[in-house]
């Protein structure tokens, strides 16, 4: 049963646009809601994270925004560049150590 | 600091053999995780390692299987392999298991099954 709905799948910007990657979820047990990038043939990496106690955290260009009430959440890439053209995953944990992903967004950022 | 290792980085097996994956987490970082990454069902949990002890288990068969050592490395097995199991498989490890622990990715160990 997946637990964390991702979208969307594909997502093509300029060069300086601001992509945005939306995740929902379902179980209000989740406490800490992690993004990871990852590109091919590499581990995810961590981009940031957020509790849900906190309706926004920027990192750098990167910014998640939080709607506990909705159950939802989203990372906001500002003045992207070709650089940034990965497979972006949310992803949420209910207290131990176990994540739950999305099912990954593919970005393409064109000069 | 060292990230995550793992090994072998690419492995090609048949159906029917076993495999063993290694894990090196990061140094001081004594909680383990495995996953596994498909096209088709994404990123799943397969187990957790902390202080030698199984603290987590995923939905994946018995035929895979783990363990810590006490210097906190992990292995994991899969035995008698099918086609399906063709995968990247992930390990991450973190300082302690729980929520507010970040968790560092490896660079996989590609299996193919043939």
């Known amino acids: 049963q997946q637990q964390v709905k991702q979208s969307p799948q594909s997502l093509i910007v300029q060069k300086g646009g601001i992509p945005i990657i939306n995740c929902a979820y379902e179980?209000?047990?989740?406490?800490?809601f992690p993004w990871y990038q990852q590109f091919p043939g590499k581990g995810p990496a961590l981009l940031i994270a957020?509790?849900?106690?906190?309706s926004e955290k920027k990192e750098g260009r990167f910014t998640i925004s939080f709607n506990k009430s909705a159950k939802q959440f989203s990372l906001h890439i500002m003045d992207s560049q070709p650089g940034d053209s990965a497979t972006y995953f949310c992803?949420?944990?209910?207290?131990?150590?176990?994540?739950?992903f999305g099912e990954g967004t593919q970005l393409t950022v064109n000069p | 600091k060292a990230g995550v290792t793992q090994t072998p980085r690419y492995l090609i097996k048949t159906r029917g053999q076993q495999v063993t994956l290694s894990c090196s987490p990061i140094?001081?970082?004594?909680?383990v995780s495995w996953y596994q990454q498909t096209p088709g069902q994404g990123l799943q949990f397969l187990f957790e390692?902390?202080?030698?002890?199984?603290?987590n288990k995923g939905n994946f068969p018995g035929r895979f299987s783990g363990r810590q050592f006490s210097n906190s490395r992990s292995e994991m097995n899969v035995s008698t392999l099918e086609l399906g199991d063709s995968a990247l498989y992930l390990c991450?490890?973190?300082?302690?298991?729980?929520?507010?622990?970040?968790?560092?990715f490896g660079p996989g160990t590609r299996l193919t099954v043939l």
């Open positions: 390692y902390f202080s030698e002890t199984q603290r």
């Open positions: 992803a949420a944990r209910d207290g131990g150590s176990r994540l739950t």
């Open positions: 991450a490890s973190s300082l302690a298991p729980g929520s507010y622990n970040e968790q560092f």
């Open positions: 957020i509790r849900p106690d906190v």
């Open positions: 179980n209000t047990a989740f406490d800490y």
């Open positions: 140094s001081g970082h004594r909680s």
